[in-house]
Nanobody, 115 residues
Framework: QVQLVESGGGLVQAGGSLRLSCAASGSIFSIRAMGWYRQAPGKQRDLVARITSLGVTNYADSVKGRFTISRNTQTTDTLQMMSLKHEDTAAYYC??????????WGRGTQVTVSS
């Protein structure tokens, strides 16, 4: 079992920056990848960015060049978001993939970008 807790969401003006953090606890040594997904009202939950335990990253096309994911320690990862747009407004969820192939999710943190 892995528990994930997000922090760092909030309200920001378009063009501004925010940093999201995710802290993992529990069976942390089983984590193979961590990342972030987001879900806007009425839409599906989509990948934003993820990073493997080897440091390989991938990003949604819509955030490339603006967002950066990093794995700071075995238990935390950070999503630095810059040049935020109104369409980045969503609930952001921390995600982890463990060695068994199971997914774990945080409860989410709201990011609101005012235009």
């Amino acid at each position: 079992q892995v528990q994930l807790v997000e922090s760092g969401g909030g309200l920001v003006q378009a063009g501004g920056s925010l940093r999201l953090s995710c802290a993992a606890s529990g069976s942390i040594f089983s984590i193979r990848a961590m990342g972030w997904y987001r879900q806007a009202p009425g839409k599906q939950r989509d990948l934003v960015a993820r990073i493997t335990s080897l440091g390989v990253t991938n990003y949604a096309d819509s955030v490339k060049g603006r967002f950066t994911i990093s794995r700071n320690t075995q238990t935390t990862d950070t999503l630095q978001m810059m040049s935020l747009k109104h369409e980045d407004t969503a609930a952001y969820y921390c995600w982890a993939l463990v060695a068994t192939g199971s997914d774990y999710w945080g409860r989410g943190t709201q990011v609101t970008v005012s235009s």
